[in-house]
């Protein structure tokens, strides 16, 4: 990898996410850059001691109809898809709560997240 985007999603309220199509990062083989975009989808599940996100993905080649997955799915025991599940550990919690602390103050203080 060469070069890399900014990875931009959406998470709505109930959690589920969409991840539009999008550039993502760029590579080199045989000395020729090639770039990839990812399009996807998933939820947030806050709950629990370990919130985690949970994508379910392709990556394509610009203008390609179909993502890497689907056309090489034979090789993927035939799903045509790819996953990822990130659990959050304490620690990462921390982070991402000082980060949405200091980024997203809330309108009203007094009101807390429910977990």
Known sequence: MVAAGDFL???TGNGLID???????TTVYQGDQYDYEIKGSGKWE???????????????YPGDADGLAKTYAAYLGGIPYLTATLTMSSKSDEIVNQ???????PIN???????
Do not use: E
């Open 19 to 25: 991840i539009p199509r999008q550039y993502i990062y």
């Open 109 to 115: 203080p007094s009101l807390k997240p429910k977990r």
């Open 9 to 11: 999603m959406t998470v």
């Open 99 to 105: 980060i949405m602390g200091t980024r997203f103050k």
């Open 46 to 60: 806050n709950c629990g001691a370990k919130p985690k996100l949970i994508f379910t993905y392709d990556i394509y």
